[in-house]
Nanobody, 123 residues
Framework: QVRLHESGGRLVQAGGSLRVSCTAS????????MGWFRQAPGKEREFVAL????????ALADSAKGRFTITRNNGMNALYLQMNRLKVEDTAAYYC????????????????WGQGTQVIVSS
């Protein structure tokens, strides 16, 4: 019953910054672990970042460490991914996901998925 919607994807220059957002409707998701995944054309969907329900525990893919920050605002039913020093290889559709089980979410076994927002990084 949780519906997720991503927004904020844009064409940006390499080295630039972008924040993508995910909002939930249908019911609150304050007790869900939330995460970001991405998928480039012809490639498998891959894990980017996750955050537990309280915001106290965060995990990042190696490709995201030092550049990306995941945050959430439960009062607004919102999830964010701040991406800095973007690289061409960050080009992908970015999806938000929710699950009650953090371990399953890390593996991509999410209960809910958004439709994705496209991020294109030009050289």
């Amino acid at each position: 019953q949780v519906r997720l919607h991503e927004s904020g994807g844009r064409l940006v220059q390499a080295g630039g910054s972008l924040r993508v957002s995910c909002t939930a409707s249908g019911q609150t998701f304050s007790r869900y672990a939330m995460g970001w995944f991405r998928q480039a054309p012809g490639k498998e969907r891959e894990f980017v970042a996750l955050i537990d329900w309280s915001g106290g525990t965060v995990a990042l893919a190696d490709s995201a460490k030092g550049r990306f920050t995941i945050t959430r605002n439960n009062g607004m039913n919102a999830l964010y991914l701040q991406m800095n020093r973007l690289k061409v290889e960050d080009t992908a559709a970015y999806y938000c996901a929710a699950a009650l089980n953090m371990t399953r979410l890390r593996r991509g076994d999410a209960a809910y998925w958004g439709q994705g927002t496209q991020v294109i990084v030009s050289s």
